[in-house]
T-cell receptor, first 115, second 112 residues
Framework: EPEVTQTPSHQVTQMGQEVILRCVPISNHLYFYWYRQILGQKVEFLVSFYNNEISEKSEIFDDQFSVERPDGSNFTLKIRSTKLEDSAMYFC?????????????FGPGTRLTVL | AQSVTQLGSHVSVSEGALVLLRCNYSSSVPPYLFWYVQYPNQGLQLLLKYTSAATLVKGINGFEAEFKKSETSFHLTKPSAHMSDAAEYFCAVSEGDYKLSFGAGTTVTVRA
């Protein structure tokens, strides 16, 4: 069964460093998302991406964040200068373009630890 | 704006007992509603979804949920808990084909 994959599973970085989190969505999916979950808190929406552009973003998704689909398979989230409060589990999700079915398929997540 | 409230951050049940997880939503338009399960150190797996068809929705692993518009609720139930049901459960809402808004989650423990 096709699935969303994410790499790395765990990333440790120093405050102020840039990180890139990678996702491979399911191959026929056209909508892509990033969510995050700070330890002990709820899963929060960051950004959605469709047709090579951001379709919606939350207030969390400030200028330090960017997303890219550099080729036909990868979807990346870049944090330019990480802060301690960026430590969280980051989930990628994707879905097919099918009106009336908002089923998003989630990857296993990347745990980001900022020291 | 859409939002979800999950009542009870922790639920403990005996094996074989009923599992009931409560979810109330707020939405300005007819919502889509979802229940996801997260096992330790894993991602989010869809249990079931409501997208304006039948109000009683059956999902995987014996779970079901009923959409009640009058109560703005979408509670998740399973008649008989199994040890493998121990996990965290998230209710989520979307206003159409857009972002999901999640509840705070309910951790289920199952006693032998």
């Amino acid at each position: 069964e096709p699935e969303v994959t994410q790499t790395p599973s765990h990333q440790v970085t120093q405050m102020g460093q840039e990180v890139i989190l990678r996702c491979v969505p399911i191959s026929n999916h056209l909508y892509f998302y990033w969510y995050r979950q700070i330890l002990g808190q709820k899963v929060e929406f960051l950004v959605s991406f469709y047709n090579n552009e951001i379709s919606e973003k939350s207030e969390i998704f400030d200028d330090q964040f960017s997303v890219e689909r550099p080729d036909g398979s990868n979807f990346t989230l870049k944090i330019r200068s990480t802060k301690l409060e960026d430590s969280a589990m980051y989930f990628c999700a994707s879905k097919v373009e099918l009106a009336g079915n908002n089923e998003q398929f989630f990857g296993p997540g990347t745990r980001l630890t900022v020291l | 704006a859409q939002s979800v409230t999950q009542l009870g951050s922790h639920v403990s049940v005996s094996e074989g007992a009923l599992v009931l997880l409560r979810c109330n939503y707020s939405s300005s338009v007819p919502p889509y509603l979802f229940w996801y399960v997260q096992y330790p150190n894993q991602g989010l797996q869809l249990l079931l979804k409501y997208t304006s068809a039948a109000t009683l929705v059956k999902g995987i692993n014996g779970f079901e949920a009923e959409f009640k518009k009058s109560e703005t609720s979408f509670h998740l139930t399973k008649p008989s808990a199994h040890m493998s049901d121990a996990a965290e459960y998230f209710c989520a809402v979307s206003e159409g084909d857009y972002k999901l808004s999640f509840g705070a989650g309910t951790t289920v423990t199952v006693r032998a």
